[in-house]
């Protein structure tokens, strides 16, 4: 008796934390039902798309990392997140999201940086948010921007004011939850509906029609063998589909048919690739002038102008995206290896602070370079988009004799934005805000560039 007194009581001390756990599937202390991202929220954590902490909290303004994001979208997609080593450096093996970081990088989804690390801490922008769903779901958007659009148009995602998407505000755990249930079930989209036109044919005995991409979600109907149905979009591997009164998400092995979803960026500039190249790095500092050094000036600048880019189709990269030394050589070698269309080295200048100006070098011999005239040209429009927001000396455009644009085999050009031992230049070139000009005046006259060869790039001047 005394025996299975203890047994008795030792199961109902246990109760408690199962149904902590299950309610944290459901139900969370933070958000109630007049939350504005309720149902959103509601409807993942009913999958375990995503889920809150032991003591029962959502925290739905708390910012989303990007391992976070890598571990909902997974979750979305049943993606292997069996934790398991990474290609990353900085991301451990035993990590939660280790094993959704390595599926989502697999397939496209999210990518590392030029040095080995991942940052599964930083913060994911509004901006990043848009091009992870767009690819996860296959929008055919590989620009900012155009999965910005992507996603407002599906009735998924909104700015943050009518004018506005906020592309560079961290996204909250609530709108990342918001935008990534509607692209799971286009019922929960503002005002937009979804066209039913893949025809595939049940193959299993009975088929089971979901509410969510997974078996945790209610069955709401099941269909028998040789059903034929229409399908809308894809979920990972379950598809969204129509056959009558039946309508949700189905798993695609059990489907017949060959109906492959998604978009294709028929846009010319999604297939060129340029590379901004921050000069020095780590054990060198470049030049130096009234307390700031050049290395870090221009890494700034170019993650500027990467930011910029990368709202456009056009595919960037950056030679180092934090302060790493890169020989000349390697640099080169990257840009080679990226199949870059154009190479941009962003500089500094310095000569004892009695010169100052604004400078673009490209090597004029097609020795080594064959590239010559279109080197110039992109010389040229950089230059002059320099030259009208900083309103510096103008210093022209001239052939320089530099390693990285004289061995490289795509047009390419060096930028000496001004020179920073000279009192007028160090102004700008320490200013964010003038930082931010000279990014703008090399993202123009990069698309100034392309528009000359023939690009619409009209509406990436808009930013």
Same mark, same amino acid.
Not at 225 to 244: C, F, H, L, M
């Given at each position: ?30 958000? %109630? ?11 993942? *954590?009913?999958?375990? /798309? ?19 994001? &890598? ?36 397939? %496209? /989804? ?39 659009? *992507?996603?407002?148009?599906?009735? /998924? ?7 506005? $998407?906020?592309? #560079? ?5 609530? #709108? ?90 028929? #846009? ?18 470049? *030049? ?25 189709? +056009? ?27 154009? $190479? ?6 310095? +000569? ?26 992109? &010389?040229? &429009? ?11 000396? #103008?210093?022209?455009?001239?052939? %320089? ?18 020179? /920073? ?17 000279? &990014? ?13 060869? %023939? ?9």
């Amino acid at each position: 008796m005394k025996k299975f007194f203890c047994v008795i009581l030792l199961a109902l001390m246990m109760l408690p934390f199962f149904g902590t756990t299950s309610e944290a599937a459901g139900s969370f202390k933070d958000v %109630g039902a007049d939350y504005r991202a309720y149902k959103e929220i509601m409807y993942l *954590a009913q999958g375990n /798309i995503v889920t809150g902490s032991s003591d029962g909290y959502f925290s739905p303004n708390k910012e989303v990392t990007r391992a976070e994001a &890598a571990a909902m979208l997974g979750r979305a997609l049943n993606l292997n997140g069996a934790k398991r080593v990474t290609q990353f450096k900085d991301v451990n093996s035993q990590s939660f999201a280790s094993g959704y970081i390595q599926s989502a990088v697999d397939k %496209g /989804i999210i990518s590392g940086y030029s040095d080995g690390s991942f940052k599964p801490g930083k913060p994911v922008t509004r901006g990043e948010m848009a091009l992870l769903i767009s690819r996860a779901f296959q929008y055919g958007e590989n620009s900012t921007g155009g999965a910005a659009n *992507a996603l407002m148009a599906r009735g /998924i995602a909104q700015g943050i004011s009518p004018t506005n $998407f906020g592309y #560079d505000s961290n996204i909250k755990r609530a #709108d990342f939850s918001v935008f990534l249930a509607r692209s799971v079930d286009y019922k929960l989209r503002i005002g937009t509906s979804v066209s039913f036109t893949g025809e595939l044919t049940v193959n299993a005995d009975s088929l089971n029609v979901r509410t969510g991409p997974n078996t945790d979600y209610p069955k709401v109907d099941s269909l028998a063998q040789g059903t034929t149905v229409q399908a809308a979009y894809n979920v990972g591997d379950w598809v969204y589909i129509k056959s009558g009164s039946a309508e949700g998400l189905v798993h695609g092995a059990y489907l017949d048919g060959g109906y492959k979803p998604g978009e294709v960026n028929n #846009d010319p500039a999604a297939l060129q690739t340029i590379v901004i190249d921050p000069g020095h790095g780590g054990s060198d500092p470049g *030049a130096g002038g009234f307390g700031i050094l050049e290395k870090n000036v221009v890494l700034d600048t170019s993650l500027k102008v990467k930011s910029l880019l990368s709202r456009t189709p +056009f595919d960037v990269k950056l030679t180092r995206e934090t302060d790493v030394f890169i020989s000349l050589q390697k640099r080169v070698e990257f840009a080679k290896a990226a199949k870059a269309n154009i $190479f941009l080295s962003v500089h500094a200048n310095a +000569f004892n602070g009695t010169a100052n100006g604004t400078e673009t070098y490209y090597y004029n011999s097609a020795a080594t370079n064959p590239n010559t005239a279109e080197s110039k040209a992109l &010389a040229a &429009a950089v230059q002059n988009r320099l030259l009208d927001a900083w309103k510096l000396y #103008d210093r022209g455009v001239k052939h %320089g004799n530099f390693h990285v644009i004289r061995e490289n085999s795509m047009p390419a050009v060096l930028v000496e934005l001004g020179f /920073i031992d000279n009192k007028k230049d160090n102004e700008k070139l320490k200013s964010a805000a003038w930082r931010q000009k000279a &990014a703008e005046a090399i993202y123009f006259g990069i698309l100034d560039y392309y528009k000359q060869k %023939g690009y619409n790039v009209s509406s990436y001047y808009s930013i």
